[in-house]
Each structure stands twice: as C-alpha cells, then as structure tokens.
T-cell receptor, first 107, second 113 residues
C-alpha cells in the first residue's frame, strides 16, 4: 500500500514556509523525498533512515518518526525554484511512492 | 556520465501491438525499477529487480513482463498494448534498494491509440 501525502496541493508566495506530510500504514525502513518538475524525471532530495534523524539540504529539511511511520518535509523561505510536485517513497524491499503534493510558488 | 538511459523517448502504439522499453545503467547497480506515471498522478511501481536473474512484481504488473539477464539492462515488455497503458514510464536504479537514492532515467512517453 502506497504512502499517503498531505496536502495534495499548496500555493505559496515566495519566502513563505511549507510542510508536506507523508504517512504509511506499513512499516517504513526508510523514507525518500523527490521533487519533479513538469515534463522531467523526479530528482532526489534526501533519504531518511530509521533512527529519527532529521536531514537538511539548503533550506529544505525532513524528519522521520519511525514509530508513527510518518515523515515531514519542511521548506523554509521558499524560492521560485521550489515549485514542482513532491513525492515521498518508502517500503520494505520495494520502493513505492505517495500520490504527490503539488507546490506552486508565486512571486 | 550516462547514468540511466531509456529508449525510446516517445512511442505511439496501436491497440494490440507489443513493444519493449529499454533501460540500461552504467553504475553497476543491483537494484532496478520500472514505474509508470499517468498524467497528474504519482509513480506506480510495475516491476523491480534486486539483481541479475531476480525480478518481482510491484503494484501494477498486469500487462507487463520484465527480464534481467545482466546487471546493466532491465527491459520492460508490453504485450497486447491497451489504451490504459498510455503513460510515462520511468526506469530507475539504486546501489542499495530502499536504503540508497534512486537514479531515474529521463522517461519514455508511450501512447496507445
């Protein structure tokens, strides 16, 4: 069963913050986050492993609560380049993805 | 650096035709995946492989077949194409399965008319 993401879509002004959530009914051994621009392949953002480690990449960070099987992606002071669809992925052996969260950043 | 290479980039098929989508990686990755993405939707796992000679079904395997005779190549076969298989197909590879990041190919846009 695929992870569930929320919200499905977010519209922000440049400089605002956003949080994208990902939850799973099955055990997550890791959580992947990718961003996809229209017409392009998904691009890797970060991967979180068991242990509750929070990772960061520039102004994008994420957390992983393995007990709750939830992950959140935090985008701080959003930039126009952050626009796109964000996918979380997880699983035991096979990697399945959530339905995606479309993020639109307006000037 | 080639990474993951998919061919063709675009293809139009008639209903009932068959074809093979090619995927090759030059990173010596054991794990390879095929996903499909319908317009405005997420990525659905079709098949995956953990090494040469080993494949397994994903979420939506019906209507597809795969083989993995070498570490480098992971072709996806469509038999008796149907309009429901119109989609963008992405191949991806990883050195460590769910514990390592996926490298994606640029995708194949397939239309079945």
């Amino acid at each position: 069963q695929q992870p569930v993401q929320s919200p499905q879509a977010v519209i922000l002004r440049e400089g605002e913050d956003a949080v994208i959530n990902c939850s799973s009914s099955k055990a997550l051994y890791s959580v992947h986050w990718y961003r996809q621009k229209h017409g392009e392949a998904p691009v890797f953002l970060m991967i979180l492993l068991k242990g509750g480690e929070q990772k960061g990449h520039d102004k994008i960070s994420a957390s992983f609560n393995e007990k709750k099987q939830q992950s959140s992606l935090y985008l701080t002071a959003s930039q126009l380049s952050y626009s796109g669809t964000y996918f979380c992925g997880g699983g035991a052996q096979k990697l399945v993805f959530g339905q995606g969260t479309r993020l639109t950043i307006n000037p | 650096n080639a990474g993951v290479t998919q061919t063709p980039k675009f293809r139009i098929l008639k209903i009932g035709q068959s074809m093979t989508l090619q995927c090759a990686q030059d990173m010596n990755h054991n794990y390879m995946y095929w996903y499909r993405q319908d317009p405005g939707m997420g990525l659905k796992l079709i098949y995956y492989s953990v090494g040469a000679g080993i494949t397994d079904k994903g979420e939506v395997p019906n209507g597809y077949n795969v083989s993995r005779s070498t570490t480098e190549d992971f072709p996806l076969r469509l038999e008796l194409a149907a309009p429901s298989q119109t989609s963008v197909y992405f191949c991806a590879s990883s050195s460590g399965g769910i514990l390592e990041k996926l490298f994606f190919g640029s995708g194949t846009q397939l239309s079945v008319l």
